[in-house]
């Protein structure tokens, strides 16, 4: 029973020793009440107001995208990968001038080459094999090119839309 004792006490004393020396190292006048915290956390959940409006979990389609989007019944990753991977095609076969007027008529362009699928390093299949990879059927390329070159007329005009589509038409 004494050695029990004797313990206790030590415990006790080396506790004592202990938490004065240490105490004083947080502050807790400096720590936000529970009702801040529940705001901070309100503030940063999915849903709450502040998290819809400070970054958008995808840019809203717009334009071409919505345009491919509606006509085909893709979703936005399709439209914009699709789109991209035709305009990263024709970019390679057309002048810079004129790709330069392509990009003035839709300037969507550089968000779309950025998102789209790299080229396939093996060379084979093409844009079907990109389509695939993106989840379209490889006939979906063939019903691409005429509405984006329908579009690209629409804004940029005929002269813009005649390049791309000989540049589209002849890189397949």
């Not at 240490?22 to 006048?29: E, K, N, P, R």
């Not at 959940?45 to 502040?50: D, F, H, I, R, T």
């Amino acid at each position: 029973m004494k050695t029990i004792r004797l313990i206790s006490a030590c415990f006790s004393f080396s506790i004592a020793l202990f938490v004065p020396g240490h105490a004083s190292a947080i502050d807790l006048g400096e720590l936000p009440s529970a009702s801040e915290t529940l705001e901070q956390g309100k503030q940063v959940l999915p849903g709450s107001e502040a998290a819809k409006t400070a970054v958008p979990a995808e840019i809203p389609a717009t334009g071409l995208t919505k345009e491919l989007m509606q006509q085909f019944g893709i979703n936005q990753r399709q439209a914009e990968a699709g789109a991209g991977s035709l305009f990263q095609l024709a970019k390679t076969k057309m002048s810079a001038e004129d790709f330069t007027a392509l990009t003035d008529a839709v300037p969507e362009i550089p968000h779309l080459l950025t998102v789209a699928p790299p080229p396939s390093p093996l060379g084979g299949g093409g844009m079907a094999a990109t389509f695939l990879e993106i989840g379209l059927k490889p006939e979906m390329v063939q019903k691409f090119i005429p509405t984006i070159v329908q579009y690209v007329e629409s804004s940029g005009g005929s002269t813009v839309a005649a390049a791309l589509k000989s540049a589209l038409m002849g890189g397949m």
